[in-house]
């Protein structure tokens, strides 16, 4: 029974930087894989990056892969999204999500987007031109 609440959006120039925050409640909050999507107007939801439990391993898609880094502090059962080098294709309401598991290809981890089952209520991020 995770509840997930975002928060840390905005409006930003291009080039300049965000960070998400994802404040989640429940006392096993961190056992459980996190990620951020994101849905811009008239587009459906898009991956962003996940991390497992412990925070030792995280991926993001190729979109924002050198710009963006997820992030968590279990002990204050938060997880973060650093965005640097905002353009303005990014901008989109991000939500964060948990999923009960991680899994992984034999080379990389991962999750799969139709077990996450716990979403916040989303954070507009806006990125000017």
């Known amino acids: 029974q995770v509840q997930l609440v975002e928060s840390g959006g905005g409006l930003v120039q291009a080039g300049g930087s965000l960070r998400l925050s994802c404040a989640a409640s429940?006392?096993?909050?961190?056992?459980?894989?996190m990620g951020w999507f994101r849905q811009a107007p008239g587009k459906e939801r898009e991956f962003v990056a996940a991390?497992?439990?412990?925070?030792?391993?995280?991926y993001a898609a190729d979109s924002v892969k050198g710009r963006f880094t997820i992030s968590r502090d279990n002990a204050k059962n938060t997880v973060y999204l650093q965005m640097n080098s905002l353009k303005p294709e990014d901008t989109a309401v991000y939500y964060c999500?948990?999923?009960?598991?991680?899994?992984?290809?034999?080379?990389?981890?991962?999750?799969?987007?139709?077990?996450?089952?716990?979403w916040g209520q989303g954070t507009q991020v806006t990125v000017s031109s």
């Open positions: 999500a948990a999923v009960p598991k991680t899994y992984y290809d034999g080379s990389n981890y991962y999750t799969r987007e139709y077990e996450y089952d716990t």
């Open positions: 429940g006392r096993a909050f961190s056992r459980y894989p």
């Open positions: 991390i497992s439990w412990s925070g030792d391993n995280t």
